[in-house]
């Protein structure tokens, strides 16, 4: 089973941006779809952006060309770079393995876009 531990969350101001952080460990990492998701107060998780094993990307219409996932194999790695924040960003974002069926998550990480 993998497991996640996302970093990078925090304060920022509008039009900013922040690079979010997924370390994996255990589990065939390499073999994994990964994504990124998040969750605003009262608001169901959504997913924002997807990394096929293979490298295909495939983003929300609300984060396309401001948000950019990435892996890194070798390393056990997954990043969100996110550029030109909106207070409507504002959420805890997660990191996810997809297994099949199954999304396997971290404990997330919280992004706050205000002046």
């Known amino acids: 089973q993998v497991q996640l531990v996302e970093s990078g969350g925090g304060l920022v101001q509008p039009g900013g941006s922040l690079r979010l952080s997924c370390a994996a460990a255990?589990?065939?990492?390499?073999?994994?779809?990964m994504a990124w998701s998040r969750q605003a107060p009262g608001k169901q998780r959504e997913r924002v952006a997807l990394i096929t094993a293979a490298g295909t990307t495939h983003y929300a219409d609300s984060v396309k060309g401001r948000f950019t996932i990435s892996r890194d194999n070798g390393k056990k790695m997954v990043w969100l770079q996110m550029n030109s924040l909106k207070p409507e960003d504002t959420a805890v974002y997660y990191c996810?393995?997809?297994?099949?069926?199954?999304?396997?998550w971290g404990q997330g990480t919280q992004v706050t876009i205000s002046s």
């Open positions: 996810s393995a997809v297994v099949g069926k199954t999304d396997y």
């Open positions: 255990g589990g065939d990492f390499s073999i994994y779809p």
